[in-house]
């Protein structure tokens, strides 16, 4: 669990559960589709990333990486999705999301957040969102100036102004995506959801990557059993109000 004192110290004095988060962030969708999961109600306070609404003093003061999503439950914020979502089945427990064997299931949390910079935000800002997100010199400077997260300074640093990804960092980024998806795909042969014939965290946590890096123009041609466990999703109402109501299609981001 991930818990950070705020220097914004508005948030402090929030009632319930407040949800900072962005529409096409895939970190954002997971934490959404636990919060409908569990019947929770929650307020929404949406922040545009296409227009740099996390580049600023009042959001940072919140999360100190300036991404999305942030959780505030009464007055207390939590960032990091995975540990979110994990956080509000211990804390609300009904309905459960949990898995029998808890370990497997966090295994697959954590190999979802350990790919994220490594792979998942470089595949998608290589392949679809590096011009959309492109920092003006005031918004870069900005920027340099409230990230103290090195990795991810490291990161934006490598489109910033005229720069792009390298070839290198994006074979690096599909070969990883490729392992983790090939992993998955084995561990769905015969089974209904990812911890066999229960929904938990783990599907919620990669579904979402499963959504982006499908719309960013991953082939999943040779993965029939998650495209299978993928359609599966469709009835679901957190799949349609946590992700399709704020992104219907990632294709045409």
């Known amino acids: 669990m991930v818990v950070v004192v705020p220097t914004n110290k508005s948030v402090e004095a ?15 969708m997971r934490v959404r589709m636990t919060l409908i ?31 999305v999503p942030t959780l505030v439950d009464n007055g207390v914020v939590h960032i990091e999705s995975n540990d979110i979502i994990d956080y509000l089945d211990d804390t609300y427990p009904t309905p459960t ?23 998942c935000k470089p595949y998608v800002y290589a392949t ?19 990230q103290q997260n090195e990795e991810l300074k490291n990161f934006h640093a490598k489109h910033a102004g005229k720069s792009a990804f390298s070839t ?15 992993k998955l795909e084995v561990t769905l042969e015969g089974r209904e959801w990812i911890m066999g014939d229960r929904f938990t965290l783990a599907d919620i946590s990669w579904i979402p990557l499963y959504f982006v890096i499908k719309g960013c123009g991953f082939s999943f041609e040779k993965y029939p ?13 957190s799949y349609q109000q946590g992700i399709l109501k704020w992104c219907p299609d990632f294709a045409l981001v």
């Open 225 to 237: 059993n998650i495209r299978r466990w993928a359609a599966a999703f469709e009835a679901k109402e």
């Open 128 to 146: 679809k969102m590096a011009p959309k997100l492109k920092k003006t010199a005031e918004e870069q400077a900005k920027y340099d100036a409230l």
């Open 97 to 119: 999301l949990r898995a029998e064997d808890k370990d497997e299931m966090m295994e697959w949390l954590h190999l979802a957040a350990a790919i994220h910079v490594p792979a």
């Open 37 to 67: 999961e569990k019947g929770l109600d929650w307020e929404s306070h949406h922040i545009d990333l296409k227009k740099k609404e996390n580049i600023s003093d009042e959001y940072f003061g919140i999360n100190p990486n300036g991404l």
């Open 168 to 182: 290198s960092d994006f074979d690096k980024a599909k070969a990883i995506l490729g392992a983790c998806f090939t």
């Open 14 to 28: 929030f009632q319930g559960l407040h949800l900072y988060h962005g529409a096409i962030s895939n970190c954002s």
